[in-house]
């Protein structure tokens, strides 16, 4: 029943165009973008030698995270609610949590996808090197998934109409691009604002990323950061769900 809970979802994510811009497409096209900007491809002394594009890669794959995690999977989730599909599961052999955790697969393969395609073209469109510490990088970007996705379960739980989970995962969405760098990146954040930030998800995520892109071990506050926000969200998110 779980593995044709998790076809159905990935049959109806596939026909959902704008979920496929957003999360796979827009975090690529917005690095093409930026590294059209010449000066953006000329190392910069703000960034420790780094170009900002370099500088970009780490941004744009947390990009594609954040909205799968807090705009399209709560979306979905609500939507279900409000028509009444999970008061329905729950009266059959398919419990509504195999749709949760297929839900969740779907959107974390799907914010995956996106982090190696915004890689590959780095990479091959911008010579930007591939992760140093691969190792460390993929421990981080799963970190950096899970949070994302247990932020976006929170959401879920909180909003019963799809109004209310867009306005809701509105309202978190601009502060975590925010501390993932989106606008000004971690490496050009005055130190007490890179401090404060690297407690947050996506700003402890982004921190580890470049760490691990550099070559070196993400670090253990980073990672620690990540896998308490993980605990905290999980277990609000279990708290708070209802299914009807």
Not at 16 to 27: D, Q, S, T
Not at 81 to 87: P, Q, S
Not at 103 to 113: E, T
Not at 212 to 229: E, K, R
């Amino acid at each position: 029943m779980s593995t044709a809970v998790l076809r159905t979802e990935v049959r109806l994510f596939r026909r959902e165009p704008g979920g496929l811009f957003w999360i796979l497409a827009f975090p690529t096209l917005l690095l093409v973008i930026l590294g059209s900007v010449p000066s953006f491809r000329q190392p910069s002394d703000d960034l420790g030698g780094l170009r900002t594009i370099d500088a970009y890669v780490p941004v744009a794959v947390l990009l594609g995270l954040i909205v799968g995690g807090l705009q399209s999977m709560p979306q979905t989730l609500t939507g279900y609610r409000e028509r009444g599909i999970l008061r329905r599961l729950a009266a059959t052999p398919v419990r509504p949590s195999a749709l949760l955790r297929a839900q969740m697969l779907v959107y974390g393969a799907a914010s995956l996808a996106s982090a190696l395609l915004v890689l590959a073209v780095g990479r091959l469109g911008f010579d930007v090197r591939l992760p140093k510490q691969s190792v460390g990088y993929a421990l981080a970007l799963l970190l950096a998934v899970t949070v994302a996705l247990a932020l976006g379960s929170v959401v879920s739980a909180l909003s019963r109409t799809t109004k209310i989970a867009g306005a809701i995962g509105s309202a978190v969405f601009f502060p975590s691009m925010f501390c993932a760098g989106v606008w000004l990146p971690v490496q050009a954040m005055p130190d007490v604002l890179a401090r404060i930030v690297g407690y947050t998800p996506f700003g402890a995520a982004a921190q580890a990323l470049n760490q691990a892109a550099a070559g070196h071990w993400p670090g253990w506050t980073h990672l620690g950061v990540l896998a308490i926000w993980i605990l905290l969200l999980t277990g609000a998110a279990a708290r708070w769900f209802r299914w009807e």
